[in-house]
């Protein structure tokens, strides 16, 4: 049986449906075709994912401890914001109006964002490193099973520039290092991270409702994505 | 007697010091070379609005009424971003480090901030657009008195594009048309934020200390910035 997150919740996230037939392209995971979500809604939630990365990033800027931290958190922000107007100008050009389809999902994501909000400084810095990574890299693999209609390289659009990364990785291990009480309580804040940010992640499936079904499809991306959550635990020092 | 905004207040804001001898550039007007700051205090002090500048801003997105309200103000935010960091590398070409400059100023960016911060979304946006176009219009004159030691066209940093004004602008009117209770609070919010943006402005010259003295090479600066602050009042359709 596949391992699966979801199991124990029993959640059904989405409604069942029907789906229809589609093109097997070459190299693209039969997994993967089959849960992905059509190009619009797909661009739709990571937009507003990303939008959301840019309002979390660019809101650490003010209270960072330095102003190496301020100028790299800044430009991981704009970087973010960046990636949301690529995937909003893809949007408009297969006739999404952002308006509309944002206005669908970003809900959800404001639930993420208020559920990762993190009590001070810190905690927050580590909600916008985990989630975001966590969120992109989702993106970057669902966005090879999507049927993207022309776009070029759907999935380069999530890969983020490793300097963004390591920035906030650094913030983090200064503040982590040599004290013991805040890598645990981080720890703790990781791991309820991970459970929410991949709530929202099953949103952006097409998924049947069927959890046996569905986790036949979803194993290996999620197997893959919590492999890559805790390895950046790991390089925090945290346990994850 | 020339205009003063500040001898009502009495305010000497700068200890005298000794103005060096500078050498007059053609087409500089007297007046500013005689008021104009060091290049790096300038570029320290104009960074660090942008800064400020940028996080007032991208913080304006997440209350934002409408995506195309998040996305102009995003662009902007992204922007003046982007002056910081042109500003902030000319700082690092002329050996300044940004670390030990900025933080000479930012706490007084953060003082005007703190009054400007608004007491709902509305009035924050007018304290962006107001405090941040009336200081890049000082920032972008008195750069012309500035001793640039070969930077190619400083003034031209602070040229703000005229869509992330306008898309301001637009807001603000939309929520102000019809709505003359609104507008009257936003117009005497508006009336204070002048008085508090030209006290920063005042921080970044080099004054003696003589106010007489000191009007007599300010005035015209003033009364340009002050007639710019005016037209983006009547604009609104607020009495300034």
Redesign the interface.
């Given at each position: 049986m596949p391992f699966s997150w979801f199991r124990r919740r029993r959640l059904v996230l989405d409604a069942p449906r029907l789906r229809p037939r589609r093109e097997r392209k070459p190299g693209v995971a039969a997994d993967l075709a089959a849960i992905a979500p059509d190009l619009r809604p797909f661009l739709g939630l990571s937009a507003s994912v990303e939008?959301s990365a840019?309002?979390q990033l660019?809101?650490l800027?003010?209270d960072a401890p330095?102003?190496?931290a301020?100028?790299s958190i800044?430009?991981a922000?704009?970087n973010a914001?960046?990636r949301?107007?690529r995937l909003?100008a893809e949007l408009r050009r297969f006739d999404g109006d952002?308006?509309v389809e944002?206005?669908e999902h970003l809900p959800r994501v404001a639930e993420l964002d208020a559920v990762s909000a993190g009590h001070d400084w810190v905690e927050r810095v580590l909600s916008a490193h985990l989630c975001g990574a966590l969120l992109e890299d989702f993106f970057a693999e669902l966005a090879q099973g999507v049927d993207a209609g022309g776009i070029k390289d759907l999935p380069a659009i999530f890969a983020v520039d490793p300097a963004d990364r390591h920035a906030l990785q650094s913030i983090l291990k200064e503040h982590i290092d040599g004290d013991h009480r805040l890598a645990a309580r981080l720890a703790m804040w990781g791991r309820r991270l991970v459970g929410d940010a991949l709530l929202l992640t099953r949103s952006g499936l097409r998924l049947t409702g069927d959890i046996d079904a569905d986790d036949a499809h979803t194993a290996a991306l999620y197997a893959e994505i919590v492999a890559a959550h805790t390895r950046r635990m790991d390089a925090l020092g945290l346990t994850a």
């Open positions: 939008l840019f309002e660019s809101g800027v003010a330095s102003y190496s301020k100028e800044g430009q922000a704009a914001l960046g949301h107007r909003v952002p308006e944002l206005r």
